[in-house]
């Protein structure tokens, strides 16, 4: 039903940066909450950063300051740049989202997640 395709991700160097993108499509009626995820080489999938609807977005502690997270809504596409990457950010990065659907006179919302994209930086 719907799409999430990431792009973006690869090698850098510590202290340089990375733009991740993520655009959903398919059948969507409106988008909430989008985000993004790292599940980091043995450790379980956390949250990085995530906007709602309105623009109003939160961090994990370790990327504030260096992170921004953005949307932009005619698109149905989230990014996020990275700058003044460090050794930990490395890791597998997956956007998700919020999806709402409208179908047979009711509203419904459903997550769905990306493939995936890699970031590894070097030291």
């Known amino acids: ?6 792009s973006g991700g690869g090698l850098v160097q510590a ?12 059948s969507i009626f409106s988008i909430n ?5 790292r599940r980091a080489p043995g450790n ?3 949250l990085v950063a995530a906007v709602n609807s309105d623009g109003n977005t939160k961090y994990a502690d370790s990327v504030k300051g260096r992170f921004t997270i953005s949307r932009d809504n005619a ?3 989230v990014y996020l740049q990275m700058n003044n990457l460090k050794p930990e950010d490395t890791g597998v990065y997956f956007c998700n ?8 006179g009711y509203y419904y919302s459903k997550p769905y997640w990306g493939q995936g994209t ?3 930086v070097s030291s």
């Open 33 to 37: 909450n989008m985000g993004w995820h």
């Open 15 to 26: 202290g340089g940066s990375l733009r991740l993108s993520c655009a959903a499509s398919g």
């Open 118 to 120: 890699q970031v590894t």
């Open 75 to 77: 698109k149905n596409t």
């Open 1 to 6: 039903q719907v799409q999430l395709v990431e």
């Open 97 to 104: 989202a919020d999806v709402g659907h409208y179908s047979g």
């Open 44 to 46: 379980q999938r956390d």
